[in-house]
């Protein structure tokens, strides 16, 4: 059993002062069979007042609205997590997993995504996994990796019209050309051992397990992954989702941190 | 029967009505036009033992849809066993994920249902569309009924018909059953709405406080209304006018500049009722009104008491070929669309329209439900001093509390021209008041 330490924090800032802001912040992990959270710190500044929920998918979340008038908001969330396992069964997943099989959001496949998916023919004897696997290789292969090309909204479509992209365009691709050889498959955002920034990637539901796929860096998801929350699409755990008034430009810095501890 | 006092009144009541702002909003060719919703004085008149068997048929109908839609946003039974593939829960727009494990206040998600009807010219009655989102429509009875009653009093004495001034307390009771502790709020988008006139007149005859999104808060996961004086009061239940998209936009579309941040988390807290709940919309696709028959056997073991007009799905393979064998003496509907739009008669296509459009079905033969076209009653209507016949639907209205109760009266429509079957009043049309009667 591995234990991670996660340290996540959001600092926005503000041209003019926000009045009013709305926020819902999914950015601690979530306790189910994979993962055990044991112990989460959070702070906001500007002080304010927030409230502990659940989303639909079994996400955690705070939210509430920031009255003060500010320039800054930072968000700053520390805990340990405690990795039980990598593969895993989920109770009651039959019930939702309609969900992710079908096209959502910005997994609906267009004409460029049709078309790639011409091109794959898996004979009846390989397995789901198998399947993953293959797909995930050619995946790595046929995308490239560059920032700033694609944006939060990109779909998968468009994304792989562009051939290039970051991890969360590589998720919906896969996600995309998964449940189209219908296999339930849905998007995860988390954190990483040695990576500056949150990470996106892939469960796919194989002879009732979920597995986890990376296909950004073309391997399995192993323990050093901290998963904060699934959904159909990015759209669906989003880190953050505020609505504010006023407050003009903003710039958004964000730093993460995770590394591995021994237990004590 | 005595209507003929009534007919004299016809353009009084008109007048009266335009005075009063009762209206209807159309979009046409992406243009926004208001218009007067025209009544006709000539009452649908339904006879007691005929709405004692639509009443139950109703009740019937609405509890099953309550159970689906309990079931699919919690273990998903029906599609376990087979009853609805999942292609017709899941891929659809009315489905909402949000939904999903939110159980709301006494397991209510249909406390208003706007159910459409049509009257056969074989005397049966036909289930046309259910409508339990955001069903509009029982205020335009209500006040019609209030001025001819003023208008001829001799009428309404001389008649042996059930009041339908009730709707009101049927509602309020309706708001109450699930009102978890708080004021009771119908939430409009606004006075621009096509709706406003209802949305007021509703919220003056229950009591409940008229609101829009701005003076609705969230604190501390509870919903409060801001009066003009800063004042916040605690708020249980909202009956919102506005659809699920606009409802919050932390959740849903974060554009909507008419919904109230974070409701929907007091929402799944519990602490706050939302008439009608929140993702009915799978249960009144026109893509799920296939399945409500066999959702009444499965939910319930009955037999259904109401008919849905025979419709077949593209989707399964021996309805497709019945389509393409019966083209012309069908209807087809796309399923995505609302409002009298995106409907089609096999029989008014040309052969080119007929080819495109049969290759799009093939191509995506879920999109599409047929319908054999029901050859229903006319009904009179008064239209410069003649009686002329017009085609008419009926929308009866079934609120759920504690039991499920249908108001004795509906709105009955009217197609504007001969030859059209299309009632609904977006596409331009009047309406009568609903008589039934008692033994």
Not at chain 2, 64 to 89: H, R, S, T
Request: proline share 4%; net charge negative; aromatic share 12%.
């Amino acid at each position: 059993m591995t234990m991670l330490h996660f340290d996540y924090k959001m600092k926005i800032e503000y041209e003019k002062p926000v009045g009013r802001c709305y926020f819902t912040i999914k950015c601690t992990p979530r306790e189910d069979a994979r993962q055990h959270v044991l112990k989460t710190k959070i702070s906001i500044f500007p002080e304010t007042e927030y409230s502990w929920g659940k989303d639909s998918f079994g996400n955690r979340q705070i939210y509430g609205c920031e009255t003060e008038p500010h320039r800054q908001f930072i968000l700053h969330a520390v805990g340990d997590v405690e990795i039980l396992q990598t593969d895993y069964e989920e109770k009651n997943c039959e019930e939702v997993m309609g969900i992710y099989r079908m096209p959502h959001g910005k997994c609906i496949p267009g004409d460029g995504l049709s078309g790639y998916l011409k091109d794959h023919d898996f004979s009846e004897n390989m397995s789901q996994y198998e399947i993953c696997m293959t797909l995930m290789h050619r995946l790595h292969q046929d995308f490239k990796y560059a920032a700033g090309i694609t944006g939060i909204r990109t779909t998968a479509e468009e994304a792989w019209k562009l051939g290039e992209g970051v991890c969360q365009d590589y998720a919906h691709i896969y996600i995309t050309l998964l449940r189209h050889f219908g296999i339930p498959a849905r998007y995860v955002c988390g954190l990483i051992v040695g990576e500056g920034q949150s990470h996106a990637w892939v469960e796919a539901l194989c002879d009732n397990m979920w597995i986890g796929f990376d296909p950004t860096n073309d391997c399995l998801v192993l323990d050093h992954y901290i998963k904060l929350g699934h959904g159909r699409d990015a759209a669906d755990c989003a880190i953050n989702r505020g609505l504010m008034w006023n407050g003009g430009a903003q710039s958004q810095e964000i730093s993460v941190l995770v590394e591995k501890r021994e237990r004590k | 029967m005595e209507q003929l006092e009534l007919l004299k009144h016809k353009d009084t009541i008109n007048e009266l009505l335009a005075r009063y702002g009762v209206k209807f909003g159309i979009y046409k060719n992406n243009i926004f036009k208001e218009q007067l919703f025209p009544f006709d004085s000539i009452p649908r008149i339904i006879e007691h033992d005929e709405f004692s068997r639509l009443e139950k048929g109703l009740k019937q109908r609405v509890m099953a849809l309550n159970l689906f839609l309990n079931d699919i946003y919690g273990k998903k039974q029906i599609v376990k066993d087979g009853v609805i593939p999942e292609d017709f829960i899941f891929a659809f727009s009315g489905y909402m994920a949000e939904c999903e494990g939110v159980i709301p206040v006494k397991k209510i998600y249909s406390h208003i249902a706007g159910i459409d009807l049509v009257k056969g010219k074989d005397g049966c009655w036909y289930i046309l569309e259910d409508n339990l989102r955001v069903p509009s429509g029982a205020s335009y009875p209500m006040i019609a009924r209030d001025l001819c009653r003023r208008s001829s009093p001799d009428t309404f004495q001389n008649n042996r018909l059930e009041d339908n001034r009730n709707y009101a307390d049927l509602l309020r009771k309706t708001m109450d059953y699930v009102n978890p502790g708080g004021h009771t709020v119908i939430l409009t988008p606004g006075r621009y709405n096509a709706a406003y006139f209802e949305h007021s007149y509703l919220a003056e005859k229950t009591g409940a406080h008229l609101a829009t999104g701005s003076e609705l808060v969230v604190e501390k996961d509870r919903l409060y209304y801001v009066s003009s004086n800063g004042a916040k009061e605690r708020v249980g239940a909202v009956y919102r006018r506005i659809s699920d998209e606009y409802l919050d936009p932390m959740n849903f579309n974060p554009e909507s500049l008419i919904g109230i941040p974070h409701i929907y988390e007091v929402y799944r807290k519990g602490n706050v009722a939302l008439l009608n709940a929140p993702g009915n919309g799978v249960a009144d696709d026109k893509g799920i009104y296939y399945f409500v028959p066999k959702m009444i056997r499965y939910y319930l073991q009955e037999e259904p008491i109401l008919s849905n007009a025979p419709t077949y799905l593209p989707f399964y393979e021996e309805d497709m070929k019945y389509v393409l064998e019966h083209f012309d003496d069908l209807v087809l509907k796309d399923v995505a669309e609302a409002g009298g739009y995106g409907v089609v008669f096999g029989s008014s296509m040309t052969k080119q329209q007929k080819k495109d459009f049969i290759v799009l079905l093939q191509e995506e033969p879920r999109r599409f439900i047929a319908q054999e076209v029901i050859d229903f009653q006319d009904l009179d209507i008064l239209d410069h001093g003649k009686i002329v016949p017009r085609k008419a639907d009926l929308r009866a209205f079934v609120l759920m509390a504690e039991e499920p109760m249908v108001w004795k009266s509906g709105l009955t429509r009217f197609s504007r021209n001969t030859d059209s079957f299309i009632v609904n009043s977006s596409q331009g049309g009047g309406f009568k008041d609903t008589w039934v009667l008692y033994q």
